[in-house]
């Protein structure tokens, strides 16, 4: 019997050290995008907010202004501004930053973010943003990386809309000049489009999507005093703050509500965006 005792404790220490050496163990994750990413030091809000809870996993970033996914695999960037870039098309035997960066580490985790219109855009959806996902899938050293997508949300320009790009953007072999998005009535409408065409982009590829378009929508219908917005699209420090909190709950499948960390933001607003982050 004591021998048993013995061999149990013995167990039992061996999995506590095991447990303690994983939670320690680093995780590193990218965020690969745009401004979208960026605005309003998101990635940096979020490393703070897991500084206080696990400070193991680490965010790094390769976000350029108005860069779309696939672009980060075929431009060279030329020229850096405040205001923007400059690229070019990558040549034979090029490679662009965020190929260089995606051979730095074995990232443990990726996130991948796009611009919205690419993705509502049926013909850039299906021959640019997929191909752009798999083409990262297959650079990334780490054979058991994860994947999230980062559904973004609804612009603020006025109902009824469309977007479209010219049909020589997303490829040569299509006939028609332009190619469009179904047209937008409402927000409910775009909302809903927009979350279809991620959970398009995330079943093909076999990746894990956010939800941080719900979010927006959910603040924008039951909470219009809170402002999310910079401009027409990209967040403010209230929209910065409520992407980070859910980007925060998938790595750590903690709740941001009880994270004390509020940010540069008003006390109030920030505890009601943790708990929409729920």
């Known amino acids: ?72 695999l075929t431009d060279i960037v030329t020229l850096r501004t405040e205001n923007g870039i400059s690229v070019r098309k990558k040549e034979d035997g090029e490679i662009t930053e965020t190929e260089i960066k995606l051979k730095e580490k074995k990232w443990d985790i990726i996130i991948l973010q796009t611009g919205t219109v690419s993705v509502l855009i049926p013909e850039n959806r299906e021959l640019k943003v997929n191909k752009a996902v798999l083409d990262i899938k297959y650079l990334a050293d780490n054979p058991n990386c994860e994947f999230i997508l980062f559904n973004t949300w609804p612009s603020k320009k006025e109902y009824p809309k469309q977007y479209c790009y010219e049909s020589r953007m997303i490829d040569i072999s299509i006939e028609k000049d332009k190619c469009c998005s179904p047209k937008i009535e409402n927000l409910e409408q775009e909302i809903k489009l927009i979350n279809e065409s991620y959970d398009l982009v995330a079943e093909k590829n076999g990746i894990k999507k956010s939800d941080n378009g719900t979010k927006y929508y959910e603040i924008l219908t039951e909470y219009p005093d809170i402002e999310l917005y910079d401009d027409d699209s990209h967040p403010n420090a209230n929209g910065s703050f409520l992407n980070a909190c859910v980007f925060y709950q998938m790595l750590t499948h903690k709740k941001a509500i009880d994270l004390k960390y509020i940010g540069a933001i008003e006390s109030k607003t920030a505890e009601l965006l943790k708990r929409i982050a729920e």
């Open 1 to 72: 019997m004591k021998n048993i005792l013995l061999i149990i404790l013995a167990f039992t220490i061996i999995s506590c050290n095991s447990q303690k050496k994983q939670s320690s163990q680093q995780l590193n994750v990218l965020f690969i995008g745009n401004s979208l990413t960026y605005f309003y030091d998101m990635p940096q809000t979020l490393q703070k907010m897991l500084d206080e809870t696990n400070p193991n996993i680490k965010i790094d970033q390769m976000t350029n202004p108005g860069q779309s996914l696939s672009g980060h």
